[in-house]
């Protein structure tokens, strides 16, 4: 019976390209799949420095992701990670603990998403090129999770420097917020420059 609904399974499952705008994404027996291999180059530690503050992000791709409710069942690639912020030598927040954890789902992640943007989507970005793609992700602080933030990675490679430029932001869609609780996350917002770390 297995061998069965594994073939039956695999038949019905159509591959959309994440970085599409195809009318088949995230539909139920679909494969939401990163073709181009867009979230490879995001993969593992990134850091930003100034002074004895800093930004640390470590991202890891997830493929062939089981995303299944009441009304939707397919499978998708995900860029998933967590972060440790510094700020004037004292630590904010640190989520990094949550990678070796392995949630069981990517939502479980403190960062997730596979939204592949271009230059005109928000936050426009007039330095890219035209076919330039970035990435969108959900960012969320694990004591303030009423807010709903994002986070916009753009990869540059300078001279075989890696790096990547980090908007993060708030985005719509923020629950009600409990009466005298903080309205932004403990890591500012704002731009940042992370370069990748061996």
Same mark, same amino acid.
């Given at each position: ?5 594994? &073939?039956?399974?695999? +038949?019905?499952? @159509?591959?959309?390209?994440? /970085?599409?705008?195809?009318?088949? /994404?995230?539909?139920?027996? !679909? ?6 291999? %867009?979230? %490879?180059?995001?993969?593992? !530690? ?11 992000? @470590? ?7 089981? &995303? ?11 860029? @998933? ?13 640190? !989520? ?24 005109? !989507? ?8 035209? =076919? ?17 933030? /994002? ?5 540059? =490679?300078?001279?075989? /420097?890696? +790096? ?5 932001? +708030? ?28």
């Amino acid at each position: 019976i297995l061998l069965v609904s594994f &073939f039956l399974s695999c +038949k019905a499952q @159509v591959i959309v390209p994440l /970085a599409s705008d195809s009318d088949m /994404a995230y539909n139920s027996g !679909t494969y939401n799949k990163d073709v181009d291999n %867009d979230f %490879d180059k995001y993969v593992g !530690t990134w850091k930003h420095q100034q002074g004895n503050t800093s930004l640390k992000i @470590v991202l890891k791709k997830i493929t062939f992701d089981h &995303f299944v409710t009441e009304y939707k069942n397919y499978y998708q690639d995900i860029l @998933v990670g967590e972060y440790q912020y510094i700020e004037n030598g004292i630590e904010k927040v640190n !989520t990094l603990q949550q990678m070796e954890l392995m949630p069981s789902e990517a939502s479980g992640y403190n960062i997730s998403g596979n939204l592949i943007i271009g230059k005109n !989507t928000y936050p426009k970005c007039s330095e890219c090129n035209l =076919n330039e793609r970035r990435i969108k992700l959900r960012y969320r602080d694990p004591e303030r999770k009423y807010l709903s933030n /994002a986070i916009v990675l753009r990869y540059k =490679n300078e001279n075989g /420097a890696e +790096k990547i430029i980090a908007k993060i932001y +708030k985005s719509d869609g923020s629950f009600m917020q409990p009466d005298g609780s903080p309205d932004e996350m403990r890591v500012p917002y704002g731009e940042y420059v992370l370069t990748k770390q061996p």
